[in-house]
């Protein structure tokens, strides 16, 4: 069992940054960061081949968005710049022995452990 949990959420405003953690157990191969409002489907959003370091981020926070990890600590992050109110939501951190890179990586099916989620509100 891995256990991942979040921390860094707050609230800010538009254009500003936030750094996201995600402390877990264990790297799983693939690791990613989701988010979620209600009344929607999670959202993948950027995704860690964990041993290789490969990377891919949905088209919505491409360029805006890093995710990155921290070997020593066992920590997993998301960089969150130049937000804007359409950001607000519960962020996720999520893993999965498979490795996934791509399209797939983004799907929440393909991630069996998740973290309880931290609240990020950007307001305009």
């Known amino acids: 069992q891995v256990e991942l949990v979040e921390s860094g959420g707050g609230s800010v405003e538009a254009g500003g940054s936030l750094r996201l953690s995600c402390s877990v157990s264990?790297?799983?191969?693939?690791m990613a960061w989701f988010r979620q409002v209600p009344g929607r489907e999670r959202e993948g959003l950027a995704t860690i081949e964990t041993r290789r370091g490969v990377t891919y981020y949905s088209a919505s926070v491409k360029g805006r968005f890093s995710i990155s990890r921290d070997p020593g600590e066992k920590i997993l992050f998301l960089e969150m710049n130049t937000l804007n109110p359409d950001d607000t939501a519960m962020y996720y951190c999520?893993?999965?022995?498979?490795?996934?890179?791509?399209?797939?990586?983004?799907?929440?099916?393909?991630?069996?452990?998740w973290g309880q989620g931290t609240q990020v509100t950007v307001s305009s």
């Open positions: 264990a790297y799983t191969t693939t």
């Open positions: 999520a893993g999965t022995w498979a490795s996934r890179t791509g399209e797939r990586a983004l799907l929440s099916k393909e991630y069996n452990y």
